[in-house]
């Protein structure tokens, strides 16, 4: 199995622009989050589906950012307009189950975000 | 205030020495603790999944320890090696209710330094 896969794995672009990350879970995985990780703050969900339903995105910062989960085997993460402290590296992960069950989380390697 | 807390933030030692990181949580009622390590640049790994009805379980050199009573649990790593050399991170699932999903609680990590 190829694990959690994002694209890119990393992005580079000016403030006020658009940009779009991409996760494929892993096949037969029914939850998949999208986090974001920063020295000051850490790991910090973002948004979670569960059977590509939006179940809790009351971690999405703002209007800015949105999810989407348009089948089971892909995810995209937008921001627009982009701003310098959106600056993260941005993970992807998927589990078989729900987090109360036993499963464990499955993460990709993340995108490195810098808006400049 | 963060319903998870490890300790040490950091901690340096040297290659063949055993080492003990702690996690102590506050969230309830509760459904599994996980253990995660994550490498400079990748994305966390699992590396020990436990329900409040286990109070041990190891993964190689990885020793994890749950005492559900006191809400603390400890990862011990033995003839700690230079790849062992990253992040730590403590994760707290809670049950689902009606309310809750089990959102997964995370610590802020310990840093652990090899050196040879």
């Known amino acids: 199995d190829a694990g959690v896969i994002q694209s890119p794995r990393h992005e580079v672009t000016e403030m006020g622009q658009e940009v779009t990350l991409r996760c494929k879970p892993i096949?037969?995985?029914?939850?998949l989050f999208w986090y974001r990780q920063t020295m000051m703050r850490g790991l910090e969900l973002l948004i979670y589906?569960?059977?590509?339903?939006?179940?809790?995105d009351s971690g999405m910062p703002e209007d800015r950012f949105s999810a989407k989960m348009p089948n089971a085997s892909f995810s995209t993460l937008k921001i627009q307009p982009s701003e310098p402290r959106d600056s993260a590296v941005y993970f992807c992960?998927?589990?078989?189950?729900?987090?109360?069950?036993?499963?464990?989380?499955?993460f990709g390697n993340g995108t490195r975000l810098t808006v400049t | 205030k963060n319903q998870v807390e490890q300790s040490p933030q950091s901690l340096i030692i040297l290659e063949g020495k055993n080492c003990t990181l702690q996690?102590?949580?506050?969230?309830?009622?509760?459904?599994?603790l996980r253990w995660y390590k994550q490498d400079t640049g990748r994305g966390p790994v699992s590396l020990t999944i436990?329900?409040?009805?286990?109070n041990t379980k190891s993964n190689g050199r990885y020793t994890a320890t749950l005492d559900a009573d006191t809400k603390q649990s400890s990862l011990h790593i033995t003839a700690s090696q230079l790849s062992d050399s990253a992040s730590y991170i403590c994760?707290?699932?809670?049950?689902?209710?009606?309310?809750?999903?089990?959102?997964?609680?995370f610590g802020a990590g310990t840093q652990v330094v090899v050196t040879p």
């Open positions: 589906f569960n059977n590509n339903v939006p179940i809790d």
């Open positions: 436990m329900t409040f009805s286990e």
């Open positions: 096949s037969g995985h029914n939850s």
């Open positions: 994760v707290v699932s809670g049950t689902m209710t009606t309310d809750s999903w089990g959102k997964l609680q």
């Open positions: 992960a998927s589990t078989q189950e729900g987090p109360a069950y036993n499963s464990p989380l499955h």
């Open positions: 996690c102590n949580y506050t969230v309830s009622p509760f459904s599994n």
